[in-house]
């Protein structure tokens, strides 16, 4: 049974940075595609970042301040978000899917970590 673990989330000034770390465990990682998604509060959940044979993909809100990478030694993936908004306040939840390319709806992914909360305040 694949686990993902999130952590790093917390209250920030707008314009902080937090970085979120998604460790796995139970597979083979590298079978596994992985994304970050976030909901806020009476919202539906969405995508935020992942990875395509094509390289890192984002959501348009979050292009050039959030970072996506994967350290495959450590079975972990990272979301660097720098220049904080408001509006970036969700839980943060990543996401996994057997095979090669991250999932973009919550609809194809196999197995959900808890969630991270952060809060941007203004």
């Known amino acids: 049974q694949v686990q993902l673990v999130e952590s790093g989330g917390g209250l920030v000034q707008a314009g902080g940075s937090l970085r979120l770390s998604c460790a796995f465990s139970?597979?083979?990682?590298?079978?596994?595609?992985m994304s970050w998604f976030r909901q806020a509060p009476g919202k539906e959940r969405e995508f935020v970042a992942g990875?395509?044979?094509?390289?890192?993909n984002y959501a348009d809100s979050v292009k050039g301040r959030f970072t996506f990478s994967r350290d495959n030694g450590k079975n972990t993936v990272y979301l660097q978000m720098n220049n904080l908004k408001p509006e970036d306040t969700a839980v943060y939840y990543c996401?996994?899917?057997?095979?090669?390319?991250?999932?973009?709806?919550?609809?194809?992914?196999?197995?959900w970590g808890q969630g991270t909360q952060v809060t941007v305040s203004s």
């Open positions: 139970g597979r083979i990682a590298s079978d596994y595609a």
């Open positions: 996401g996994a899917k057997y095979g090669s390319s991250s999932p973009r709806t919550g609809s194809r992914v196999d197995y």
């Open positions: 990875i395509r044979a094509s390289g890192p």
